[in-house]
């Protein structure tokens, strides 16, 4: 699986199965993207990532990577953990994935319903 930014400065390639993919509906989420952000999580040391990501510190335990050119928003990753989290909107072509839960749903926005039948966890974004 491969993907890129909007300009392709940054592009990344996904060598392994990914896991836990979803949407989440956090506020953060929700800013950076527009709406609601659609990702999977990958080992760290299942992908590979070119170009000059640029990294955002969003609270004390996770950070966000977008590209410093075009902006896009590419990269989720937890300080403690050995994944991270990549956009499905950035893949290139079919991923052939399906979600398998909303996250953050308590926190989402009031301008649309969530009606897909996919588990919801409504925790709050801490």
């Known amino acids: 699986m491969r993907g890129s930014c909007l300009c ?7 060598s392994g199965g990914p896991t836990d993919v979803g949407y989440c509906h956090c506020s953060q989420c929700r800013k950076q993207s527009g709406h609601f952000w659609a990702s999977a999580t990958i080992p760290l040391a299942q992908i590979n990532i070119t170009g000059a990501v640029r990294w955002f510190a969003s609270s004390d335990f996770a950070k966000r990577g977008f590209c410093p050119k075009c902006g896009s928003f590419l990269f989720w990753k937890h300080n403690d953990e050995d994944a991270l989290g990549f956009s499905l ?8 994935l399906h979600p398998v839960k909303h996250i953050f749903v308590a926190d989402k926005g009031d301008y649309y319903d969530i009606a897909d039948g996919l588990p919801q966890e409504e925790a709050e974004l801490l």
């Open 8 to 14: 392709a400065d940054v592009t990344f390639v996904v």
């Open 89 to 96: 909107g950035a893949v290139d072509g079919l991923t052939g």
